[in-house]
């Protein structure tokens, strides 16, 4: 079976301008401009197979967010070999664009003056989905997360949490074989954590749904993704059991996850 992702000698480098600072060095840069080379990901390997559910984790400005936008054709990488679903992802075609779902916690897909229902139609028209399919997708995850009396409530009164039920199951509806999750339990209260858990690992195990989660909540990780990539400044660390990351960075029993945390994160210094 051919994997889902596989990426090899993945790089991404921009060009960023710099100025002297204060009025002479604005004036100078009428002249001249000077411009330096940021690497975001360099030299960068991934293979995820159908059915996996990987977090992607590493500090802020590792370049997770840079990898997630070239796998899914936001942005075109400098160099190297990538392919998603069989698709080469900068050139969106529509084919590759049904395939997959993102999903990110602090950026919404929903109209905020519409009901959650209303917005559900228009992911049902512009993704062509079946009626059949719809209504079948829609009752499926509606009972999942136990949401049917919200259907017909206006977006803005929702609360964080069932806001964020919502994004995933618009987000679901064309039935993508690919989701990209970028902190998706982020704000949300312990117990809107724990059912989107619970409703992301239902639909990997039942629907097969292959998911890249990329997540500061280390709860995340640990209770939904047997393999975690970490990555810092632009490299990938370690790519394994994410069990065994952690017991590997944990010096005593019972140690607070903080600690833990940083220092796997601690691993990208000066790589």
Same mark, same amino acid.
């Given at each position: 079976?051919?994997?889902? /992702?596989?990426?090899?000698?993945?790089?991404?480098?921009?060009?960023?301008?710099?100025?002297?600072?204060?009025?002479?060095?604005?004036?100078?840069?009428?002249?001249?401009?000077?411009?330096?080379?940021? &690497?975001?990901?360099?030299?960068?390997?991934?293979? /995820?197979?159908?059915?996996?559910?990987?977090?992607?984790?590493?500090?802020?400005?590792?370049?997770?967010?840079?990898?997630?936008?070239? =796998?899914?054709? /936001?942005?075109?990488?400098?160099?190297?070999?990538?392919?998603?679903?069989?698709?080469?992802?900068?050139?969106?075609?529509?084919?590759?664009?049904?395939? #997959?779902?993102?999903?990110?916690?602090?950026?919404?897909?929903?109209?905020?003056?519409?009901?959650?229902?209303?917005?559900?139609? =228009?992911?049902?028209?512009? #993704?062509? &989905?079946?009626?059949?399919?719809?209504?079948?997708?829609?009752? #499926?995850?509606?009972?999942?997360?136990?949401?049917?009396?919200?259907?017909?409530?206006?977006?803005?009164?929702?609360?964080?949490?069932?806001?964020?039920?919502?994004?995933? /199951?618009?987000?679901?509806?064309?039935?993508?074989?690919?989701?990209?999750?970028?902190?998706?339990? &982020?704000?949300?209260?312990?117990?809107?954590?724990?059912?989107?858990? =619970?409703?992301?690992?239902?639909?990997?195990?039942?629907?097969?749904?292959?998911?890249?989660?990329?997540?500061? #909540?280390?709860?995340?990780?640990?209770?939904?993704?047997?393999?975690?990539?970490?990555?810092?400044?632009?490299?990938?660390?370690?790519?394994?059991?994410?069990?065994?990351?952690?017991?590997?960075?944990?010096?005593?029993?019972?140690?607070?996850?903080?600690? &833990?945390?940083?220092?796997?994160?601690?691993?990208?210094?000066?790589?």
């Amino acid at each position: 079976m051919r994997p889902i /992702i596989e990426v090899e000698g993945l790089t991404k480098s921009f060009r960023r301008f710099e100025k002297e600072p204060g009025l002479l060095g604005s004036v100078k840069s009428l002249l001249r401009r000077e411009f330096t080379e940021k &690497i975001a990901v360099s030299d960068f390997d991934l293979r /995820i197979e159908p059915g996996e559910f990987v977090g992607l984790i590493g500090p802020n400005g590792a370049g997770k967010t840079t990898l997630v936008k070239m =796998l899914t054709g /936001i942005i075109a990488p400098t160099r190297g070999e990538i392919e998603v679903l069989g698709f080469w992802p900068n050139k969106l075609e529509n084919a590759f664009k049904r395939q #997959y779902a993102v999903v990110m916690g602090q950026k919404s897909q929903l109209f905020f003056e519409l009901t959650p229902v209303d917005t559900f139609g =228009l992911f049902k028209e512009l #993704y062509g &989905i079946r009626e059949e399919e719809y209504r079948r997708n829609l009752n #499926y995850f509606v009972e999942l997360f136990d949401v049917g009396e919200l259907l017909n409530v206006q977006v803005r009164t929702l609360s964080l949490g069932e806001r964020m039920k919502m994004e995933l /199951i618009a987000a679901l509806l064309h039935g993508p074989r690919v989701l990209f999750l970028d902190e998706p339990t &982020i704000g949300l209260d312990a117990v809107a954590q724990r059912q989107v858990r =619970l409703f992301l690992r239902e639909v990997n195990e039942r629907q097969g749904t292959t998911i890249l989660l990329t997540s500061h #909540y280390m709860e995340d990780v640990r209770s939904l993704c047997r393999r975690s990539v970490v990555v810092g400044e632009g490299k990938k660390l370690y790519d394994g059991e994410t069990d065994a990351l952690f017991r590997s960075f944990q010096r005593e029993e019972g140690e607070e996850i903080g600690l &833990i945390v940083e220092r796997i994160y601690a691993m990208g210094e000066g790589a």
